[in-house]
């Protein structure tokens, strides 16, 4: 019974707007409320986590962030989401998916990098023994595929 009232029918899509129930979210603030709650079980089902006994189910399409924008502090590349906050890149986790978008873990959620950002990110990208590396923080990070 509890688990079917977890089920909100809530869905985020693929350019990063939810809908629930069929009807598009489309006030700022509860938007931006929602993003911020995202999270993930530790059974890998994704959730919007009010605290540790109130969460409800939502179906992530692809991504659960989406980068805004990508600006380098140094050696160190900073993206701000689309959650409004703005974190240091987690480097070692940097995959390309077929589409040539960047992804990357941000607080245990998964983050699409498209865009101007994704630009911002790539010229920072080099060849090395035919792969591709992010040269940042001092070190070369190996891009996987996201595949």
């Known amino acids: 019974m509890i688990e079917r009232m977890q089920a909100i029918g ?3 899509d693929r350019e990063g707007t939810f809908w629930q129930e069929g009807a598009a979210v489309t006030h ?8 911020r709650w995202l999270d993930v079980r530790d059974d890998g089902r994704d ?6 006994k109130r969460y409800a189910y939502v179906d992530v399409e692809d991504a659960h962030l989406r980068a805004r924008s990508a600006r380098w502090d140094g050696e160190r590349c900073m993206i701000l989401w689309d959650d409004d906050q703005e974190a240091e890149l987690e480097y070692g986790s940097l995959r390309q998916a077929p589409d ?18 994704y630009h911002a990110v790539a ?7 035919s792969r591709f590396v992010l040269e940042a923080a001092g070190q070369r990070w190996p891009i996987a595929n996201a595949a």
Do not use: F
């Open 123 to 129: 010229e920072h990208i080099v060849e090395v023994d």
């Open 28 to 35: 700022v603030r509860l938007r931006q409320a929602l993003l």
């Open 47 to 52: 959730i919007i986590k009010l605290d540790d």
């Open 100 to 117: 040539h978008a960047l992804y990357a873990t941000v607080r245990r959620l998964r983050g699409r990098i498209g865009g101007p950002a």
């Open 10 to 12: 809530l869905r985020l």
